[in-house]
């Protein structure tokens, strides 16, 4: 029972770099969630979707990009890596709105 | 605006002694609230949700949270604390109708021998 999996665990990027951060969920949940945990700050949203093809941004979306082609996958991307990207990224889902989210666990991003 | 405060940032307790963590929230309507666990260099883990239901919601791992409007606050405790608790746990808020929850800013728990 894998629940959510997130790949890559660790990465380092050169400053203006790009990368897929992907995330994959076995559950049948329609709703994905990517986040970002910066020290002291809790965790940021920064894309959702609520089924395949329906994507919509979050709090902190400038310089990510999402995509929902399958119920299971929901890849994040950044283009043009800057050092404000570094952080950790958690990809989560849930069956729907208002339950309590899985997450995946997680992917330490530097960007250098 | 909506808003969750965690009280502490940092609780230190004793292997076997109570535990509680402070959580509150601010919100124009009675909103779903959760705890969530993070052990070191993992996801975050449910630990128990209210979602207006009991007023006392019990968790996984002996934790439980009681939700008073009154004081719009969702304590989260524990009657003895036991070393694998050490951790960093989260209050979290989800408004009915929306796609937004709103993390605290987390408590890390330490527990010492």
């Known amino acids: 029972n894998a629940g959510v999996t997130q790949t890559p665990k660790f990465r380092i990027l050169k400053i203006g770099q790009s990368m897929t951060l992907q995330c994959t969920q076995d559950m049948n949940h329609n709703y994905m969630y990517w986040y970002r945990q910066d020290p002291g700050m809790g965790l940021k949203l920064i894309y959702y979707?609520?089924?395949?093809?329906?994507?919509d941004k979050g709090e902190v979306p400038n310089g990510y990009n999402v995509s929902r082609s399958t119920t299971e996958d929901f890849p994040l991307r950044l283009e043009l890596a800057a050092p404000s990207q570094t952080s950790v990224y958690f990809c989560?889902?849930?069956?729907?709105?208002?339950?309590?989210?899985?997450f995946g666990s997680g992917t330490r991003l530097t960007v250098v | 605006a909506q808003s969750v405060t965690q009280l502490d940032s940092h609780v230190s307790v004793s292997e076997g002694t109570p535990v509680l963590l402070r959580c509150n929230y601010s919100?124009?309507?009675?909103?779903?609230l959760f705890w969530y666990v993070q052990h070191p260099n993992k996801g975050l883990q449910l630990l128990l949700k209210?979602?207006?239901?009991?007023?006392l919601v019990k968790g996984i791992n002996g934790f439980e949270a009681e939700f008073k409007k009154s004081e719009t606050s969702f304590h989260l405790t524990k009657p003895s604390a036991h070393m694998s608790d050490a951790a960093e746990y989260f209050c979290?808020?989800?408004?009915?109708?929306?796609?937004?929850?709103?993390f605290g800013t987390g408590t890390r728990l330490k527990v010492l021998a």
């Open positions: 919100s124009s309507y009675s909103p779903s």
């Open positions: 979707s609520v089924g395949a093809g329906i994507t």
């Open positions: 989560a889902s849930s069956y729907s709105i208002g339950e309590g989210y899985t």
């Open positions: 209210y979602t207006s239901a009991a007023t």
């Open positions: 979290v808020a989800h408004t009915s109708g929306t796609y937004k929850y709103i």
